[in-house]
């Protein structure tokens, strides 16, 4: 089992970064907390570790990691930002935003960290762990979801544990995380055009705010930009269906707002937010899920408005409803 670290505890806090930095620097795979959703982070230069980290997850080897550096100076040591980039940097690093861009030529990340794009997916994480966890490591580190490929993405310790365990040395444990959904993924098209990869813990709307209009990464090309972006992602190992506005028997609901009829007849009951505040519902998204899956019944999750984080929100229902691969 994981030696698990409590951080919130000033005592534990120092011994869990000590420990951290070490299995790093040993190759080894740590389970950190960031404000999006945890991470398993293994030094991005070291080409082993980053495998192991396909390794444990189980995830296609296709599938780049995002980068997470320290700053916006240790970011675009390994990447070129244009003027357009540099702007929603500083607007949302420290931040859920990661930046796809050019692959700086020595930028010392292992080959496998992008899986052999001229591009790399970067962010600099806003929670204090990771951010001290990066800088007492003193190198980027690559950093998926703590989760097994395609299950549902991990918000508390007791997840990555769960689901890597067997496979990790060492977690860091800060509590649920704030945000809930992932990092928002954007990249530049040709005229430095900004395109939405994966809706995530920055709306759409602030990220326009900055950059004007995002496009959308499906109309580039017949590639897939995100390659992770696979529809059955995020799936929970239960059926589930969306924008239900009705619950059949056996059911487990996952609502949001006030609760369908007949709710107390269904397996489980789960509220994203009572209050139907979008923010709160992204926060307990991931936890939701995996509480549902523990009752074993299909899932009936309700509509959620595609306001602010509930574009993020949706999208990972939808994928979580896709049939699976
Ligand atoms: O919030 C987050 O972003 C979390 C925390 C741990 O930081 N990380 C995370 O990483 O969600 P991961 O590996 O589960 O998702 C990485 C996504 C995938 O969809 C992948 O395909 C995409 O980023 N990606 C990475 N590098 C890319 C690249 N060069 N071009 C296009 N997409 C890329
Ligand atoms: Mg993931």
Do not use: C
Not at 178 to 194: K, L, M, W, Y
Request: glycine fraction near 10%; charge should be neutral.
């Amino acid at each position: 089992m994981p030696q698990q670290f409590d951080m919130r505890d000033p005592a534990s806090r120092a011994a869990g970064l000590a420990a951290a930095v070490a299995e790093l620097r040993a190759g080894g795979l740590v389970g950190i907390p960031t404000e999006t959703v945890y991470g398993l982070a293994a030094d991005a230069s070291n080409a082993i570790a980053v495998a192991r980290v396909f390794e444990v997850k189980g995830r296609p080897q296709f599938n780049p990691l995002i980068v997470h550096a320290a700053s916006i100076d240790a970011a675009r040591a390994l990447t070129e930002l244009s003027a357009e980039a540099l702007a929603l940097a500083a607007a949302f690093w420290p931040g859920p935003l990661t930046i796809v861009a050019p692959l700086r030529p020595r930028s010392g990340l292992a080959d496998l960290v992008t899986a052999g794009l001229q591009t790399v997916a970067v962010r600099v994480p806003a929670h204090p762990v990771a951010r001290e966890l990066i800088t007492a490591f003193g190198g980027a580190v690559a950093a998926p979801s703590a989760n097994r490929s395609g299950h549902v993405s991990p918000t508390t310790a007791r997840h990555v544990s769960d689901d890597l365990g067997d496979a990790l040395a060492v977690i860091l444990d800060a509590g649920p995380t704030a945000v809930g959904v992932e990092s928002t993924i954007v990249t530049f098209g040709p005229d430095d055009r900004p395109l939405l990869l994966r809706a995530g813990g920055i709306p759409r709307g602030a990220l326009e705010g900055v950059v004007g209009t995002l496009g959308e990464a499906s109309n580039v090309g017949s590639r897939p930009q995100a390659p992770g972006m696979l529809a059955s992602h995020y799936a929970p190992a239960v059926p589930l269906r969306i924008a239900a506005t009705t619950l059949k028997p056996g059911e487990s609901l996952l609502a949001f707002g006030p609760v369908l009829a007949g709710a107390e007849g269904g397996r489980g009951v789960f509220n994203l937010s009572a209050t139907g505040d979008v923010r709160e519902a992204a926060a307990n998204l991931f936890r939701g899920l995996r509480e549902l899956e523990a009752f074993g019944a299909p899932i009936a999750a309700m509509e959620v408005p595609d306001i602010g984080l509930g574009e993020a929100i949706n999208d990972r229902l939808r994928r979580a409803a896709a049939p699976r691969s």
